[in-house]
């Protein structure tokens, strides 16, 4: 089968055009159709690529127009070209600056292939040759080339020229960037890993951040390959867009791409360890993780993926549940965080999940199979009516960790499920059969790979809407899980009693848009706010009589104790309201993980030592 060639330049980068030129030198003699995809893999939402493309049109190989005509939102159909060349010449908008779709302007490019790349129909199998093109002018003379495509013969590394990909969803599954940055190189277990930052920074600690992910990428290799040591790739690529207020990651086969705020990254001369660069090494670690839960191993219904229209799986809670919990403990295996910071981390996500009554409606199977409608296309009501299958998954995954190691003890764990998953499904995935997990396999390959039967907690857990049982799990470990309840100026008290809960402040029980003004973001079922008639939407004004921004409510409401009845008015679009609202107790903020030495002894501390450092 023939190559398809595609040629790409930033031709007008101030109008944010991309000009993508595809030639076919064997078209279908009945007529060529041309598609783009609907949607990008890891990001569950049909996001119609095509509405970008600006202007196309198609040439036989002697330059003359042929008919070419749009059949649905993401499909062409040309005419038939007798005994030639048929190329489509064709314009992509791009101004998205997110991990999604396709951004240029003068100071940086980047897109992912979904967004660009028309895939001639029948030719999913064949080869593709990409020609990335430098734009024109001396503006552009020192702008280079990232990404994980293998170079074409000719083209040096970071340089503009050739690339190859073996079929269409290898070439789509590599993202680009283009323009200046930064780059460290490092090599983990013996491949070599690119680390890009584009976009404006200061005293940006390169070799520290090269070396912390180093540490996180060999952590992650030696879990699936405890013996062999070696990476599903020949050569991984790190590329992170640096940006005001932004935060997000892709997972790719062969690379991550990522936005962070350019806070977060590490600063020359100052080790200390910032939550900014916590978490960005968090999101480092989680898409690193799916270069094999997702790219390699996958549900039976991404293998292949049909990028027309949803593909439909109610495993996400393992593929990226598992996935976030994965992330920040090989965090503190690798050593680039503290026992005491993980142990932070996991409170924040039980905070997270027990936070919204969506928990208690919406199991994490049902979540995953309805993220194309519900979690990607959350709402003010989100917290009331559904449960993230990141962060309950992650909960899900520690709570069969904790239990398959209490039963075997520690002789089996949530690692060796991994690793069976990698060995059955993953690890031959490009270049042997290309299998999936079945959606009702799961239980009978944790059994296998341990020899537990988790029976009613995997049922429960998956299928149920009952909070999972973590501090029973955690007791044997020597740690307790303890909430804290919200006590004025945003601090917080530990405790279970009533003691605790009566010096907190009172709370609304609702979700506060913060801004000059003060809004409502989501309001809670049962809370004092909904109780009186307010919703997601309404504009606080007044508080007794006080003046309400979206700054000052909650020093306002510390005033009272809870239980008090508080006159509030509001805007609802432009009506005045006014609601008697009875203040409900302080909340819980989150919690807290404590490893009670006292407790258990040398043996908890025994069992932690085998969790958290493998």
């Known amino acids: 089968m023939k190559p398809i060639r595609y040629a790409i330049v930033p031709k007008h980068p101030a109008a944010h055009l991309f000009e993508v030129t595809l030639t076919l030198a064997d078209p279908d003699p009945a007529g060529q159709r041309f598609t783009l995809p609907t949607w990008i893999p890891g990001s569950y939402l049909v996001r119609e690529f095509a509405r970008n493309i600006v202007t196309l049109g198609a040439f036989n190989e002697a330059g003359r127009k042929v008919r070419i005509e749009k059949t649905d939102k993401q499909t062409w159909q040309a005419a038939?070209?007798?005994?030639?060349?048929?190329?489509?010449?064709?314009?992509?908008?791009?101004?998205?600056?997110?991990?999604?779709?396709?951004?240029?302007?003068?100071?940086?490019?980047?897109?992912?292939g979904t967004s660009v790349f028309l895939l001639p129909a029948g030719r999913e199998e064949a080869p593709c040759i990409v020609d990335i093109q430098k734009p024109a002018g001396a503006a552009f003379a020192d702008w280079r080339v990232a990404t994980a495509l293998p170079e074409a013969r000719g083209t040096k590394r970071y340089g503009f020229g050739e690339y190859r990909a073996d079929n269409y969803d290898e070439l789509v599954d590599h993202p680009v960037t283009l323009g200046r940055f930064?780059?460290?190189?490092f090599k983990a277990h013996g491949v070599p890993h690119d680390v890009v930052i584009a976009g404006r920074t200061v005293s940006l600690d390169m070799d520290r951040l090269a070396a912390d992910l180093k540490r996180i990428c060999e952590a992650q290799i030696a879990l699936f390959e405890p013996r062999s040591k070696k990476a599903p790739v020949e050569r991984y690529v790190f590329m992170t867009q640096a940006v005001s207020d932004g935060y997000g990651g892709l997972e790719h086969r062969a690379s991550t791409a990522l936005i962070c705020n350019r806070t977060d990254l590490p600063v020359l001369g100052r080790p200390e360890m910032t939550e900014g660069y916590r978490t960005y090494l968090g999101l480092c670690s989680h898409e690193y993780f799916h270069t094999w839960n997702v790219k390699r191993i996958k549900p039976a219904a991404f293998a292949p993926y049909d990028l027309s229209r949803e593909n439909y799986t109610s495993l996400l809670w393992l593929f990226e549940g598992f996935t976030s919990y994965y992330d920040d403990l090989m965090l503190v295996r690798s050593g680039a965080i503290t026992e005491a910071e993980y142990y932070t981390l996991v409170g924040k996500t039980v905070a997270g999940v027990l936070r919204g009554s969506g928990r208690l409606k919406q199991s994490v199977a049902e979540s995953s199979f309805d993220a194309w409608i519900k979690y990607y296309r959350q709402d003010e009501n989100?917290?009331?009516?559904?449960?993230?299958?990141?962060?309950?998954?992650?909960?899900?995954?520690?709570?069969?960790?904790?239990?398959?190691?209490?039963?075997?003890?520690?002789?089996?764990?949530?690692?060796?499920?991994?690793?069976?998953?990698?060995?059955?499904?993953?690890?031959?995935?490009?270049?042997?059969?290309?299998?999936?997990?079945g959606e009702d396999e799961v239980a009978a390959l944790i059994a296998e790979a341990t020899g537990v039967e988790l029976g009613s907690l995997f049922d429960e857990a998956v299928h149920g809407t009952r909070d999972l049982p973590l501090e029973?799990?955690?007791?044997?470990?020597?740690?307790?899980?303890?909430?804290?309840?919200?006590?004025?100026n945003g601090n917080a008290r530990s405790g279970q009693g009533a003691d605790e809960k009566r010096g907190g402040k009172p709370s609304l029980g609702a979700r506060v848009?913060?801004?000059?003004?003060?809004?409502?973001?989501?309001?809670h079922d049962g809370s004092a706010a909904q109780k009186a008639g307010l919703s997601a939407g309404d504009v606080l004004i007044a508080v007794d009589g006080l003046r309400v921004t979206g700054s000052n409510l909650d020093t306002l409401l510390g005033r009272y104790l809870p239980g008090a009845i508080v006159e509030i008015h509001a805007f609802r679009r432009d009506e005045l309201r006014t609601a008697r609202v009875k203040l409900d107790g302080p909340e819980v903020t989150r919690y807290k993980l404590v490893a009670a030495e006292d407790?258990?002894?040398?043996?908890?501390?025994?069992?932690?030592?085998?969790?958290l450092h493998g």
């Open 80 to 112: 038939p070209v007798k005994g030639g060349v048929l190329t489509l010449r064709y314009e992509v908008y791009a101004w998205d600056l997110s991990v999604r779709t396709a951004h240029l302007d003068d100071t940086t490019g980047f897109f992912n």
């Open 182 to 185: 930064a780059l460290a190189t």
């Open 382 to 437: 989100a917290p009331n009516a559904i449960v993230s299958y990141y962060q309950k998954g992650s909960l899900v995954a520690l709570a069969f960790d904790l239990a398959i190691r209490a039963r075997t003890d520690h002789r089996k764990s949530l690692d060796d499920v991994m690793r069976l998953l990698w060995q059955r499904y993953g690890r031959q995935f490009y270049t042997g059969k290309m299998a999936g997990v």
């Open 472 to 488: 029973a799990l955690l007791e044997p470990f020597g740690v307790t899980l303890e909430p804290q309840w919200g006590n004025g």
């Open 513 to 523: 848009r913060g801004g000059a003004e003060c809004v409502l973001a989501a309001v």
């Open 599 to 611: 407790k258990r002894g040398a043996p908890a501390r025994r069992a932690r030592e085998r969790w």
